[in-house]
């Protein structure tokens, strides 16, 4: 497998390229680090979105939109699908790096392909996987947009030159956050599926799919609805080689907190995401075909409680 780093670099030039089209500013910091605001600042819209789910999945993903109904109301989906799971979704989508700096303080995720360069993380040990290229993609999840030191502190930790760091940036609440929020149901099934012991080199494919929610400036809002979109809405297809006792925990009902909307547990845990359960962050229904084997379906969605969530009137 070439390395993801480069494949991802490729999708972020094509951003560079179109970024009036994509509504995306680019622009280059001090250090020779390029920032792209995918929708801090910015006003990206659903193909910036779906630009950067395959830059966070290393372009090793195709990802779609498609309409359907949420409680009767017509609701964009997004549609994510890898025959790379473990690769594309763990070693590289999952929002894995934790970045927080004072003074001024900063606060964000990173996810992408610049993790697999530093590989600290358990899934990587376990996979085997570890990155080399001299540049590297961070997207980064926050309010703020990413500056010098962030940029500094990917370099160091990914051990390239500042000029090589890309970080493309949004806030939750924006479109570009509900989007890429909806691309990762499948991700979060293989993540509850590696935290249960199973070997993720035994998942041939994933397909996930989850409703886009509406955009709420307020991130208290904003993170809640964007995470009922997949416990109550996402909905995962995995292809398996190996059948395994564990597969009905892995949808989001198999959990204790399973139908209490997120602004309710996000406030139980004084809103501090690291204090939440994990089992929460999981797609509402799965799908398991062990090949050569029986296929098994878990899980639920729940639409009353995701248009309550959206506020449909």
Same mark, same amino acid.
């Given at each position: ?70 409680? %009767? ?13 473990? /690769? ?75 000029? %090589? ?27 509850? /599926? ?98 050569? %084997? ?10 009353? /409680? ?8």
């Amino acid at each position: 497998m070439d390395s993801i780093n480069r494949m991802a670099i490729e999708l972020i030039d094509e951003a560079i390229d179109f970024a009036d089209e994509l509504r995306v500013e680019p622009y280059e910091l001090d250090s020779g680090a390029t920032v792209l605001d995918f929708g801090v600042d910015s006003e990206g819209g659903i193909e910036a979105g779906m630009l950067l789910a395959e830059i966070q999945t290393a372009g090793l993903s195709t990802a779609q939109t498609r309409m359907d109904d949420v409680a %009767g109301a017509p609701v964009p989906h997004v549609e994510l699908q890898t025959d790379h799971p473990a /690769l594309s979704l763990l070693c590289s989508q999952k929002a894995g790096w934790e970045l927080a700096f004072e003074d001024p303080p900063f606060d964000g995720l990173g996810s992408g392909p610049a993790r697999a360069l530093v590989a600290e993380e358990e899934e990587f040990h376990a996979l085997e996987y570890f990155d080399e290229f001299d540049l590297t993609v961070l997207s980064v999840e926050s309010i703020d947009l990413p500056d010098d030191r962030v940029a500094e502190h990917v370099a160091e930790k990914a051990e390239v030159e500042p000029s %090589g760091v890309f970080l493309p940036a949004y806030a939750t609440g924006s479109t570009v956050g509900s989007v890429t929020a909806a691309a990762r149901a499948a991700e979060l099934a293989l993540f509850r /599926l590696f935290e249960l012991g199973y070997d993720l080199r035994d998942v041939h494919s994933a397909f996930g799919s989850a409703p886009v929610a509406p955009v709420s400036y307020d991130e208290s809002v904003a993170m809640a609805r964007t995470n009922d979109a997949v416990a109550y809405g996402g909905e995962v297809h995995l292809t398996v080689a190996r059948d395994f006792d564990g597969f009905g925990q892995v949808p989001s009902s198999a959990g204790e907190e399973y139908g209490a909307p997120f602004a309710e547990i996000f406030e139980q845990a004084d809103w501090d995401f690291y204090e939440v359960p994990e089992t929460v962050f999981a797609p509402a229904k799965v799908t398991i075909d062990v090949v050569d %084997g029986p296929t098994y379906v878990r899980g639920e969605t729940d639409e009353e /409680l995701l248009a309550e969530s959206f506020d449909f009137r």
